[in-house]
């Protein structure tokens, strides 16, 4: 079992940065891929980022690559998303989600954060 808290998000102006933390609970953090996944309103939620649990390799959304990083640091059970220049259209609640196979579909991630609000403006 895995317990997902998210925190960082805010209210941000197009250009700034924000880092959003996932802070997990449970022993097999690091045998699980953790990803970040979005949804804006009125929208699905889409697939933003992945990390694997031992290399840390990583995988991207083509609209956040160069601009977001996905990080994870086993020893503090807790993953990072790293967020450049924002643009309004990231304005979306943000969420961690962790899965027992890398993966970039929702569907294959058992266990869900509850969310963090990241607003951007103009």
């Known amino acids: 079992q895995v317990q997902l808290v998210e925190s960082g998000g805010g209210l941000v102006q197009a250009g700034d940065s924000l880092r959003l933390s996932c802070a997990a609970s449970?022993?097999?953090?690091?045998?699980?891929?953790m990803g970040w996944f979005r949804q804006a309103p009125g929208k699905e939620r889409e697939f933003v980022a992945r990390i694997s649990w031992s290399t840390f390799s990583t995988y991207y959304a083509d609209f956040v690559k160069g601009r977001f990083t996905i990080s994870r640091d086993n020893a503090k059970n807790t993953v990072y998303l790293q967020m450049n220049s924002l643009k309004p259209e990231d304005t979306a609640v943000y969420y961690c989600a962790a899965a027992q196979i890398i993966s970039s579909i929702s569907g294959d991630y058992n266990y869900w954060g509850q969310g963090t609000q990241v607003t951007g403006s103009d």
């Open positions: 449970g022993r097999t953090f690091s045998s699980y891929a």
